[in-house]
């Protein structure tokens, strides 16, 4: 895969990009104050009605700026709890109970305002309700702008797996006011890092050498900057999913990370460590391995690992976990093809590469380091 | 739409449709004794594991037959409980229960063994198992053998509507062995010919006027007799769904008799009357609204309900409905589109039409002298 090419100078207030996926692409609209902005609703609403699906916690925050957006509209709206622990079958219901409650119709336009959870689900409910309706992704956290709104994945969790039951559905549109990152608790703000650090880790190494730079920037919220980081990633992501929607090959270098990520997760039990921050810890793990295969210098690991700190993220995975629960964890994953634990390494920074040929052995030599902190 | 011609004479014992979308076109085997040749599925699975989702009634029938023919793949079965009161978001989390407890992965093949219940629920969890998974039909009814096989519709019932959720997920095939019928109660195997009929009604008039004589061969079982009726209801399904498969124009015909049907089945509680039982009176009280609008013949009108009383249907309404309820239970079906209830009604044997011009007040009274049976 070629690479974007070198960062650009200083990037207008407004962006916009085209994810080119046929009669289901869909523009990404990035900048500051779009939230209450008619003209980003307006040509992507199908029909008379809306029906916001947000969180108890964004809710407060957004809800009015985003009713200001939809005044032309019909507005119905359901709030659930705020939480990755609540992305399931039981709470997806209550949007359905919402929905069939109101009477909403196929025309009915679901908008999701909030964090990847929100999306996730909103976006689930909106594939399922009466077989599909349109949606519209309205991301408020850094990592629902730069990762969840883009690829169409939606789900919810099972107890025994994380997105295990969910569809391909795309968004008409995402709009993401980068506004709303002025209320994400820090923490949040580096676990968004994550997924934008990974991005130059798979294929765009001027953005990790820029990222180097510019993580204090972001952290600090600097809208160039932001902008810059936000737009880089989704057009890092589109170019993956564009070229491979259903997710039968390319698209798989996305989970760079998200093998050991998933792990963590679950094996801490949902919550305790944030998507972001497994992922982050995911992807310094993902490089000792592949250093430990050989394929990755050790300056290499080291600036990764300390990219990955910069951005304010553990990279040192819990001591909680037996190896073996580790491999039991990492099996259920959906990388799993015909028994073979299929994982995303790295040949470089800026070069990832699936691979089905790591030896368990191994893989659980590294895991041990990486735990009692050696690797 | 042009007619299908005149009914063949007698068929072949085993026939193959092909349903035409593309990539996502797929062949319809009907025969006696398919379900343990090895042939019908090896072509179709994906993978060396299967899940087979079957119901408690029709396990005990047929899953060592089915297994017989699926030597081949390691084999995995979920048994749930049988009935439409099951076809929920509770009941199918049991199928992704027993996916991840198997820890089946991506290319695990699921095989749905029963009614358009099990088909509608299993092919729903194929659409969300880990974003999407293969499936075949299998299906042991005549009402899953003409109609739920047909068309990718799966999904699940809420307490506010029925197939609310869902996803539209086409099989790698449909495998229907006539030979299960022998075990189908009769009051089933009339709730299937409602379907069969509503064909005949929408474009087939050829279709129609066959079964006015052949309905009796066909609740006797004659196999040549059911071989047709089955494979010329798929071929007017599947052309129907292939001019339209995500259900944005003529699909909607494929409705004729569903608005009044599924009124009557949430109205009366799921599970009371049989989905063919409330769509034969569904096609009567069609056939009835659109006499009163001057479309249909009183001749017509007879005729239909003279059909449908042959296949041992019911031909009038449930009386403890009020019409307020009916007119509430019909807007919440999918047909709503702007506010304004879209029926699918009749301007001869053979020509169904949508129209979005029914006058409320017209309809309830269509209802009140059906219930009273002076239609």
């Known amino acids: ?37 008619p003209d980003c609703y307006r040509p992507f609403v199908v029909g008379k009605r809306v029906m916001i699906v947000s969180n108890e916690t964004v809710a407060p925050l957004y809800l009015e700026a985003l009713r200001a957006g ?66 519209i992704q309205v991301p408020t956290t850094l990592l629902a702008q730069v990762d969840s709104s883009v690829g169409g994945k939606t789900g919810v969790n099972h107890p025994a797996g994380k997105n295990m039951i969910g569809a391909f559905h ?16 820090a923490r949040e703000l580096s676990a968004g890092l994550a997924e934008v650090v990974k991005y ?19 952290r600090a919220l600097e809208p160039a900057a932001l902008a810059t980081a936000i737009a880089r990633s989704c057009q890092n992501k589109a170019r993956i999913v564009a070229a491979d929607e259903r997710e039968a090959g390319q698209r798989a270098l996305l989970n760079l990370g998200h093998s050991f990520g998933h792990a963590i997760e679950a094996g801490t039990g949902y919550g305790t460590w944030l998507h972001g921050e497994a992922v982050g810890t995911g992807l310094v793990m993902a490089a000792q391995l592949s250093a430990r295969l050989g ?29 073996a629960r580790w491999l039991e964890l990492m099996a259920v994953d959906k990388k799993v093809q015909a028994g073979r634990l299929r994982l995303v390494l790295l040949k470089g920074i800026g070069e990832a590469v699936l691979t089905a040929d790591v030896d368990p052995a191994l ?11 050696t690797e």
Chains 1, 2 share one sequence.
């Open 70 to 135: 939809l005044a032309a509209f019909e507005i119905e709206q359901v709030i659930l709890p705020d939480g990755e622990c609540y992305k399931d079958l039981a709470t997806l219901n209550r949007i359905f109970d919402a929905l069939l409650e109101r009477r909403c119709g196929r025309d009915t336009t679901l908008i999701a305002l909030g964090g990847g959870v929100i999306g996730d689900m909103a976006g689930f409910a909106a594939a399922c309700y009466q077989r599909g309706v349109p949606f």
């Open 170 to 185: 795309q968004p008409r549109a995402v709009i993401a006011d980068t506004a709303t990152l002025a209320t994400l608790p």
């Open 295 to 323: 394929w990755l210098e050790a300056t290499a690991v080291a600036r990764i690992r300390a990219l990955v700190a910069s951005c304010g993220l553990p990279t040192q995975p819990p001591t909680s976990l037996s190896s």
């Open 1 to 37: 895969m070629s690479a974007l090419g070198p960062i650009p100078a200083a990037v207008a207030e407004r962006q916009r990009l085209d994810v080119d996926l046929g009669e289901r692409g869909y523009p990404i609209v990035i900048g500051r104050g779009l939230l209450s902005d």
């Open 363 to 373: 893989l659980r030599a590294s895991i041990a380091s990486a735990q009692a902190g």
């Open 200 to 218: 130059g880790l798979i294929a765009d190494r001027p953005f990790f050498d820029w990222l180097e730079d510019r993580v204090p920037a972001l």
